[in-house]
């Protein structure tokens, strides 16, 4: 059994700031890459951040110079730092990792996701 647990999301003003945390748990081998998408009402699901467990990191160019993600491998944790937040980043979280247990070999599992709501 294996979770992501996130936390962080809410309400904010435009240019407003909040961070984003997801832990995963359970019967973990390795966690390659984690990252953050987000799905917006009645759009896809799309890549916000991602970082691989050798630290290298991508990010959707619509978040370049405001996002920042980061990550705790001895915690199995990742970060989304978010700066400068517009009315457009409002969407529903989603924290991502490709996670290998003894059971399933390497898998892409997800959380339950946190709204994000940029408001005045």
């Known amino acids: 059994q294996v979770q992501l647990v996130e936390s962080g999301g809410g309400l904010v003003q435009p240019g407003g700031s909040l961070r984003l945390s997801c832990a995963a748990s359970g019967s973990i081998v390795s966690i390659d890459a984690m990252g953050w998408y987000r799905q917006a009402s009645g759009k896809q699901r799309e890549l916000v951040a991602r970082i691989v467990s050798g630290g290298r990191t991508d990010y959707a160019d619509s978040v370049k110079g405001r996002f920042t993600i980061s990550r705790d491998n001895a915690k199995n944790t990742v970060l989304l730092q978010m700066n400068s937040l517009k009315p457009e980043d409002t969407a529903v979280y989603y924290c991502?990792?490709?996670?290998?247990?003894?059971?399933?070999?390497?898998?892409?599992?997800w959380g339950q996701g946190t709204q994000v709501t940029v408001s005045s």
């Open positions: 991502n990792a490709v996670i290998t247990t003894w059971t399933w070999g390497s898998r892409d599992c």
